[in-house]
């Protein structure tokens, strides 16, 4: 049952082009917001995952602004990497364009 499982998830991953990466060592070695670019999806729209690494202890909040479809908000993160979205470039995909330290929480 492990193999098969393990078989159709490469096969979805392999038909859309969609696959986990974690961020590179560079990226993860700064704080704040950055974004690693992650190629093309099978439909030809450039893939990207946006990120915050939030270095010291505690929770805080940051503002993370994005276009028409994903409203800016804020959010309460932990130390460490949290993924803030995958974006698609193309017309209607969500997209952040910054994220950034605004207080505690």
Request: charged fraction near 10%; aromatic fraction near 12%.
């Amino acid at each position: 049952m492990r193999k098969f499982s393990v078989s159709v998830l490469t096969a979805i991953v392999a038909f859309t082009g969609f696959s986990a990466l974690a961020p590179s060592a560079s990226a993860q070695e700064q704080c704040g917001y950055y974004l690693i670019q992650e190629g093309l999806d099978p439909f030809g729209n450039s893939k990207s995952t946006s990120y915050y690494k939030h270095c010291g202890s505690g929770n805080v909040k940051i503002q993370v602004d994005g276009n028409f479809a994903y409203p800016s908000r804020t959010m309460c993160v932990g130390p460490g990497i949290t993924r803030l979205n995958v974006n698609l470039s193309g017309f209607g995909n969500a997209v952040v364009k910054n994220a950034y330290y605004i207080g505690g929480c």
